[in-house]
């Protein structure tokens, strides 16, 4: 079914260590703990010259192959936040986002990889204290405790909810291009991140999760992952009719209590519906 992939189950890479502390997280703390022993298993075990971690909730647009290129040999490669002023949450939660990154198998990478898995295993957690959040402010100490750390330049690498306010988006030439407003920058997108966006009911979808999105945004990046998502559900579907993906079977829970807008965008014609001064809980 899966002909390029290699699914690897938990009890493959589980060690005692993971083991002993596993009672003591949620399962997406869990997920996160794991995150760099799963990588560093996966070089060791397949004997790989480098493996990068994604998040599922990515889209490519474009062949990353040029955010490779760009690390020139470096060994990790790691993908900033770039905020949008408004959105500002470095202190907190990282200045880096654990969504594209990059570890080759050099002596600089397992470096890292390992100081990452025994800081996870000691301390992973879906809270934020100082230094800490989960797997990833960990991250904000690696271009100082290590050499060979690239920081990822490419604006077109690590798109997201939290940045895409400072963008405008186009198709030409069969590729979506974004352009930074404050600097006129034209720069392909190679991937955004979904964060937040939901099945809401049905065919229906929750997007940002309370982070502006425009009806650019929609048209460039929205739209062609929806359609992606559709079709995939077909196909799944032919495999099992029983299955209802994140479906639920109630309309979604509106309040008044935050004056913000709440759009719902449905599949087929992506009409989309504006409910002014509602916000989705």
């Known amino acids: 079914m899966l002909p390029k992939a290699t699914i690897i189950p938990l009890s493959d890479f589980e060690d005692e260590q993971l083991l002993a502390i596993k009672p003591t997280r949620t399962a997406g703390e869990y997920c996160w703990t794991c995150t760099p022993s799963i990588i560093l298993y996966s070089i060791r075990k397949f004997g790989l010259s480098n493996c ?10 474009a062949d990353p192959i040029v955010l490779i290129e760009e690390a020139k040999g470096a060994s990790v490669i790691i993908t900033p936040h770039r905020y949008t002023p408004m959105y500002e949450d470095s202190e907190s939660g990282g200045t880096y986002c654990v969504q594209f990154v990059y570890f080759k198998n050099s002596s600089e990478g397992i470096a ?22 989960g797997d990833q402010k960990y991250l904000d ?62 065919n229906s979808f929750t997007l940002a999760g309370g982070y502006a999105i ?25 495999l099992s009719h029983s299955l209802k993906f994140h479906e639920t079977d109630r309309i979604p829970r509106i309040t008044t209590s935050l004056r913000r807008m709440f759009k719902l965008y449905v599949f087929g014609k992506f009409q989309h519906y504006y409910h002014q001064s509602y916000f989705l809980r």
């Open 52 to 61: 990068t971690y994604l998040d599922a909730d990515l889209f490519f647009y």
């Open 112 to 133: 890292v990889l390992e100081w990452w898995r025994a800081a996870c295993i000691e301390w992973c957690y879906n809270r934020r204290e100082p230094g800490r959040f």
């Open 141 to 202: 100490l690696w271009t100082t405790m290590f050499t060979g750390i690239h920081v990822l330049e490419h604006l077109g690498g690590g798109v997201a909810p939290w940045n895409v306010q400072q963008y405008d988006f186009e198709r030409k030439i069969g590729q979506i291009w974004g352009k930074e407003l404050a600097s006129q920058q034209l720069f392909p997108v190679i991937f955004y991140h979904f964060q937040a966006l939901k099945y809401a009911e049905k």
């Open 214 to 238: 425009s009806d650019n945004d929609i048209e460039f990046l929205y739209k062609p992952y929806i359609r992606v998502l559709r079709d995939a559900g077909r196909e799944i579907r032919l």
